[in-house]
């Protein structure tokens, strides 16, 4: 089993949703968003993961790599192949799939608390955020968690989309951290050692957490119903 794997170059780390993957028998298969032009086709792909980003979905410069990306999510979505989207992942599919994508009331970083509903237990509790940005659900989609910046997990047919971060383990942390990263804290009144701190206590649980998310996500969602084929106009050619 193959799964596709778009991110940013540099920062395309698949983290613990990548490990539970491997576990479960696919093969990942990364690409560059920058390079649309450069991925494969999807036969033969078995599952789309879209990693998060530092791209806004309506940022200035990335227009063109954006459209691919969204044509990329409803191309799936039509021939019934899973997609799971991770913050910006998930921002771009709600784009792609009818919905929209702006800034949020509030950013939302570090270690916060989601709000799901008992039916979908698996998508809440506390996970690692970093995100400016906010996506509406399109129509056809369900609400599955939610937070005072907005929606947190929204699903369609097999598209499921988080705002949050399950790959998040304690290198792509640090990672984050650093550089930009740094400043971005400060500009929020933040401490990276106390970020970093708060990771390393939270690690065991978000770790249990991102394991139960992924298998959810293959045992019910990616093998739920698929989106159903247009329907043909007789009267057309």
Not at 67 to 90: D, K, T, W
Not at 133 to 139: K, W
Not at 147 to 167: I, K, N
Not at 171 to 190: D, P, Y
Request: net charge negative; with cysteine.
């Amino acid at each position: 089993m193959r799964a596709l794997v778009v991110g940013n170059a540099g920062d395309a780390d698949p983290g613990l949703v990548g490990e539970r993957l491997e576990q479960f028998g696919f093969t990942l298969s990364p690409v560059a968003r920058e390079e649309p032009g450069q991925w494969p086709s999807l036969v033969g792909t078995d599952l789309v993961l879209l990693l998060g980003s530092d791209w806004s979905v309506y940022g200035d410069g990335v227009a063109k790599q954006v459209r691919a990306e969204q044509e990329l999510v409803r191309e799936s979505h039509r021939r019934g192949v899973p997609v799971l989207g991770i913050c910006f992942g998930a921002q771009l599919m709600a784009s792609a799939l009818g919905g929209t994508v702006s800034r949020a009331p509030r950013a939302e970083i570090g270690w916060c608390d989601v709000l799901a509903p008992p039916a979908h237990a698996v998508v809440g509790g506390r996970w690692m955020q970093w995100h400016h940005d906010a996506f509406s659900v399109p129509p056809g989609a369900d609400v599955l968690a939610l937070s005072d910046a907005g929606p947190q997990a929204m699903r369609m047919h097999r598209c499921l989309g988080v705002q949050y971060h399950p790959e998040a383990n304690e290198a792509i942390v640090t990672r984050w951290l650093s550089g930009e990263g740094a400043v971005e804290l400060a500009v929020n009144g933040l401490s990276p050692a106390d970020l970093m701190e708060q990771t390393r206590t939270a690690m065991p649980a978000a770790t249990e957490a991102s394991r139960a998310l992924v298998e959810w996500f293959i045992d019910v969602v990616a093998t739920g119903p698929a989106a159903p084929a247009p329907r043909r106009n007789l009267f057309t050619r």
